[in-house]
């Protein structure tokens, strides 16, 4: 079986990574270099062709790449006779053709995965077998390349999480419990070996309960206590992981029921000003919709609303195609894709209750007129295809079930926030319906690693373990996910 390395002096993009992110082969002058070399079958010029017309996030990358392509083979032609062309950041591109390569075709065909093998085979033969791996994200690629003894460079492996879970250090019992806070400077003593924390990168301290008590800490029961974010104090111009506190401002009807449900709301709470980007990439049942929904319904509907409205763009695998077909005006047709946002509303109002009557039971009748009601005062809903050009601004913005969105999909979507906005954007990259994406390469985690530790983002992930939609939820996650 072919040895890992973390960086091969050679890669051979299968066709899902150059689909996936059109600018791997027009990388910025000083950027990070993913090889020394990237070669790329000939073929697939042929088979990207295919997809230019697709009215699809596929057929814009196709007519991207395609554009990149041209320009890379005239500059080839015309500037450089050992037909390579050399990236702004020292990265050289070749170009493979059929006729160089050992094709073992499949039933009378050679598609676009035999050319990457056969492509990657040609380059082992040239530089030796452990320089050469074959860059995907796509398992059926992965297997079909191990098992020829060829190793795999995975797309984005590397996952930012945006928490971290450590015992905390006696000496730093003190700083945590009577300040509340503690230095960059304490942690990095205390923390030899972790990386330094990013801006806006939680920890959730493991807390020994006799030594908490010796600081007039009895009960650990308050998430603030275990947790804390690394914030910037711009009064000391240095970074300090400090306690939660945004989420003393919830109402009683909104409570975390888990440490990442408590991370969350502390940076959905958090102005605008500070944090006007939120990204949640977590699995079903952890609450990450409800808090979006609820939190930003608090900041909207109360007399003193921070945000005029929650301008919703939900869920499409189909990128939009389906949307003609249904019934209904373009609000309603959107509405139909967005009956989760719905769902928690009605859950939102019925936690809440009526407290204008001075209980809190209402209804199923009067919880479905508050619903509508609700739906019509405070939402606008709209359909990825109808958001360009749009400007956003002093709105709380939920892109639900992100994950079927493609990288450039994301980044123009994210351009559209203007100023006084808040951007929540949460998805399972574990329920990926777009045939063309798969757990890393999706939108969504593609948009929670670029932003990762910078002052205008925060990340917040969640796992089965933090399930709380209900027990069996927990059960079937356990049994079926595995």
Request: charged share 25%; aromatic share 8%.
């Amino acid at each position: 079986m072919a040895k890992r390395k973390e960086f091969h002096s050679a890669l051979v993009p299968a066709l899902d990574a150059l689909i996936g992110d059109p600018a791997l082969i027009s990388p910025p002058r000083g950027g990070k270099k993913k090889a020394d070399d990237l070669y790329i079958p000939a073929q697939y010029i042929d088979r990207i062709r295919e997809f230019r017309d697709e009215q699809s996030s596929r057929g814009e990358s196709a007519t991207k790449l395609l554009g990149a392509f041209a320009r890379i083979l005239e500059a080839i032609h015309y500037n450089n006779r050992d037909e390579v062309f050399v990236c702004a950041n020292g990265m050289k591109i070749h170009f493979v053709p059929s006729s160089q390569l050992k094709l073992v075709s499949t039933n009378g065909r050679t598609g676009s995965t035999t050319h990457a093998l056969a492509t990657a085979r040609y380059v082992q033969e040239k530089i030796g077998k452990d320089n050469v791996a074959i860059l995907t994200g796509d398992s059926y690629m992965s297997a079909k390349a191990l098992a020829d003894d060829i190793d795999v460079a995975h797309i984005n492996p590397d996952v930012y999480t945006g928490r971290r879970e450590l015992e905390l250090p006696e000496e730093l019992y003190g700083d945590w419990f009577n300040h509340r806070h503690i230095s960059a400077e304490a942690f990095a003593k205390a923390f030899p070996e972790e990386k330094p924390l990013l801006l806006n990168e939680f920890v959730e301290f493991v807390i020994d309960p006799s030594m908490a008590s010796s600081y007039g800490v009895h009960c650990l029961c308050n998430f603030a206590q275990t947790i804390g974010r690394f914030e910037f104090d711009k009064n000391k111009g240095s970074g300090e992981l400090r306690q939660l506190h945004y989420i003393d401002d919830l109402p009683r009807s909104i409570q975390p029921r888990s440490a990442g449900q408590a991370m969350l709301a502390e940076v959905l709470m958090a102005p605008a000003d500070e944090i006007p980007i939120v990204i949640c990439p977590a699995v079903f049942g952890t609450g990450k919709t409800y808090l979006s929904v609820a939190i930003g319904l608090h900041l909207t509907s109360d007399k003193n609303a921070e945000y005029d409205r929650i301008f919703v763009v939900p869920r499409d695998a189909e990128l939009g195609k389906e949307i003609g077909f249904l019934p209904g005006d373009e609000r309603e047709k959107t509405l139909a894709k967005a009956m989760p946002i719905v769902d928690n509303v009605r859950a939102y109002i019925k936690n809440k209750g009526d407290r204008k009557k001075g209980n809190l039971e209402m209804t199923a009748q009067d919880i479905s007129k508050r619903v509508e009601m609700t739906i019509e005062q405070n939402f606008e809903f709209v359909s990825i295809i109808n958001m360009g050009g749009r400007s956003i601004s002093d709105c709380w913005i939920i892109y639900d079930e992100s994950q079927d969105m493609e990288r450039f999909q994301i980044n123009q979507l994210m351009k559209r926030i203007g100023d006084g906005s808040k951007m929540v954007i949460t998805g399972d990259p574990n329920q990926v319906f777009n045939k063309h994406m798969n757990y890393h390469s999706n939108g969504l985690m593609y948009a929670a690693t670029k932003m990762a530790g910078s002052p205008y983002a925060a990340v917040v992930t969640m796992t089965e373990a933090e399930i709380t939609r209900s027990e069996a939820a927990r059960e079937i996650a356990r049994l079926l996910d595995h």
